[in-house]
């Protein structure tokens, strides 16, 4: 278990607006920073960073939390693991107690296969760097093809012996549980029980997600033999989905929000070689077709990307739904091809820094010159083949969300292909109508952050209706939650108000907000009827005279429990920012605090109306037409005493907030 001090090291080092920004591309929003939600699919940012709090908020779906609550809920991983995350992203050592043996059983089954997985990275790299074989076959197979060391470092690069059993025998020995090696794909059952190892006599490149913890792996055999495929991956798991999963986004992603822009492989060794001479923001498939989580996961950093090809014709030709798929998500895209006989590898392997670097800035085409071109080869001077080469042209535009992008690509192609753009036009207003239709039978759903499962009634992406959950602090008693949140944003301020003393005198008194609140809660003896309300006021209690804790929302807003720690954000977070522009129209907005002691009382005394009207009511039930007499007379004078104590709120309600 991490001890206290270096928790608390670690939150202080761990700035929100640095943790989230290696998962998704912030731009400025007024104080805050806005972004594309990681936890939801969503065409309008709705996600929000506070650096001046340290925390994060989406809007559209609800989640909260701090950098901690960030890690967990993005990685899946516990709050010890995520802890350790950011630990090593700011070079912080963690000192930690042994685990008892309670605790060692309540680590997840998740957990357990990423810890299996990099006890797996850190055996290939052994045994790349060590064992004879792994120097005279794998790590001479990189340096062929031109790796130097430090990149086969970087990657994790690493090599798996010929023998059967090696890996196995081994993480058994050191106490890995096989039921995780197999699930894992490291381990094979055959037919007669007997194990072995599923990566033999192959190089091995480890696959990260986007904080660099191993998903799987990829293994490329090295000696030919029909009979043995030349790459084999590793099965999908519990950790492992291989169409959400991009190699390299882990050495990408910084390089990819700083340019803007993603380049797109197909393979291991194009990411690498690319990253080795220099272009660093470039991912591939993971040896998969594209799949639209694939580009949801690189909207996050940018929404320009530029595919890249080697000069196989057949291979291009059925590119061209991965194309369509980045122009259906809003995407800009572009395409570059390299000359006969060269892929992105061999390349990046033989070209000058900047020589590589002056061709993908200068021969990329953007998709519809490229598909023109590509497609126009087949066409010859058939009108029948040139009009369905159009009609896909036009397909293609009408996946376009955004109508102005649309508009200029329809220009384009009328101006390429010798067209009227008004026969364009119709004929993409066609194709936009029958996709309109054909979405409109069957409404797209979005899981909320619940699990529920709610449809959406625009098809059409450009008049999208963003599924929002409910803040997780509305539908609440209203009094509650904002007394809650006077004890949050205002509990260590004074409250300055005149009194009256039991002569009728005229007397000055400050408070502390928070501590005017509890007085009067307690001195009524009311209760929170919301669970996690409770527990804050509870908190608040237990700490409101100790001197140390000046900033209550602060101390809230890193709570260790989550539900704590969200609700806090739900109920101080705003998805609007203050003009900067105000002061030019001398136009000033009232500050809360100035009425501060007002509202206060005022919503004190609300929740005590509201509660002496629930114990009215609840008295009122307990009256029987054939109950006994005295019992009758009792409740009446009950009933009473409620009617008189609900007339004296009232008045000083009224008396002292409304008029």
């Not at 009446?636 to 907030?657: A, G, P």
Request: aromatic fraction near 10%; charge should be negative.
């Amino acid at each position: 278990m991490i001890l206290p001090q270096t928790i608390a090291q670690i939150k202080d080092a761990a700035r929100i607006e640095e943790v989230v920004g290696d998962y998704v591309r912030l731009k400025r929003s007024g104080s805050n920073l806005k972004g594309l939600c990681p936890f939801h699919d969503e065409r309008t940012p709705s996600f929000m960073v506070a650096p001046a709090k340290g925390i994060y908020k989406c809007f559209g779906c609800g989640k909260a939390g701090d950098s901690v609550r960030f890690v967990m809920d993005h990685d899946k991983l516990s709050y010890v693991d995520a802890l350790r995350v950011l630990a090593a992203k700011y070079g912080i050592t963690v000192e930690e107690r042994e685990l008892t043996r309670e605790e060692q059983e309540q680590q997840t089954e998740r957990e357990a296969l990423f810890v299996a997985n990099e006890f797996a990275r850190n055996w290939f790299s052994d045994q790349l760097w060590n064992s004879e074989n792994g120097k005279v076959i794998g790590l001479s197979y990189f340096k062929e093809r031109g790796f130097s060391e430090e990149t086969i470092r970087r990657f994790q690069l690493g090599y798996a012996p010929e023998q059967r059993k090696a890996f196995g025998t081994t993480a058994r020995e050191k106490g890995y549980n096989p039921v995780y090696l197999q699930k894992l794909g490291l381990e094979k059952v055959n037919d007669s029980g007997d194990t072995y190892d599923y990566f033999r006599d192959r190089v091995m490149f480890p696959i990260h997600n986007v904080s660099g913890k191993v998903l799987g792996f990829g293994g490329r055999v090295l000696k030919k033999n029909e009979n043995t495929a030349k790459y084999l991956n590793s099965p999908e798991s519990e950790i492992y989905n291989k169409s959400k999963t991009l190699y390299g986004i882990y050495f990408a992603k910084q390089d990819i929000i700083k340019q803007d822009m993603v380049y797109l492989v197909e393979g291991y060794t194009d990411v690498i070689s690319l990253y080795q001479n220099g272009v660093q923001n470039v991912v591939a498939s993971s040896g998969t077709s594209l799949t639209s989580d694939q580009i949801k996961a690189l909207r996050r950093f940018t929404f320009n990307v530029t595919i890249l090809y080697d000069g196989d014709w057949a291979g291009i030709k059925a590119s061209f739904r991965g194309i369509n798929m980045f122009l259906e998500a809003g995407m800009n895209v572009k395409v570059l091809l390299f000359p006969d006989g060269d892929d992105p590898d061999s390349f990046a392997r033989k070209t000058p820094y900047e020589d590589l670097i002056a061709y993908l800035k200068d021969k990329p085409e953007d998709f519809i010159s490229f598909k023109t071109r590509v497609l126009l080869k087949d066409t010859g001077n058939d009108p029948i083949k040139k009009a369905a080469l159009i009609r896909d042209l036009v397909q293609s535009i009408a996946l376009i969300p955004d109508s102005i992008t649309r508009s200029v690509y329809i220009k384009e192609c009328a101006r390429l292909m010798d067209i009227d753009e008004n026969t364009l036009v119709l004929e993409m207003n066609r194709i936009r109508k029958g996709q309109i239709s054909r979405e409109a039978e069957t409404p797209p759903v979005n899981e909320t952050q619940t699990g529920e499962v709610q449809k959406t009634d625009s098809p059409d992406p450009e008049h999208e209706v963003p599924v929002i959950t409910p803040n997780k602090a509305s539908g609440l008693l209203p009094q509650e939650r904002d007394i809650i949140r006077y004890i949050l944003q205002f509990g260590s301020r004074m409250a300055h108000y005149v009194g009256y003393d039991a002569e009728g005198n005229e007397e000055q008194a400050s408070y502390k907000v928070g501590e005017l609140i509890v007085n009067e809660i307690e001195l009524d003896g009311f209760s929170f009827e919301n669970e996690i309300f409770a527990r804050i006021y509870t908190e608040y209690k237990q700490i409101l005279h100790d001197p140390f804790y000046t900033n209550i929302e602060s101390y809230f807003l890193s709570h260790p429990d989550p539900e704590i720690c969200e609700m806090v954000i739900n109920l101080t977070e705003s998805p609007y920012t203050l003009s900067e522009n105000w002061s030019k129209f001398e136009v000033y907005p009232l500050k809360e605090e100035d009425r501060m002691f007002k509202s206060v009382m005022k919503t004190i005394y609300s929740l005590k109306l509201q509660r002496v009207d629930q114990l009215l009511e609840n008295t009122r039930k307990q009256l029987q037409p054939e109950m006994e007499e005295e019992s009758e007379m009792g409740l009446m004078e009950e009933i009473m005493i409620w009617n008189q104590t609900r007339r004296e709120l009232s008045e000083v309600l009224n008396r002292t907030f409304i008029k």
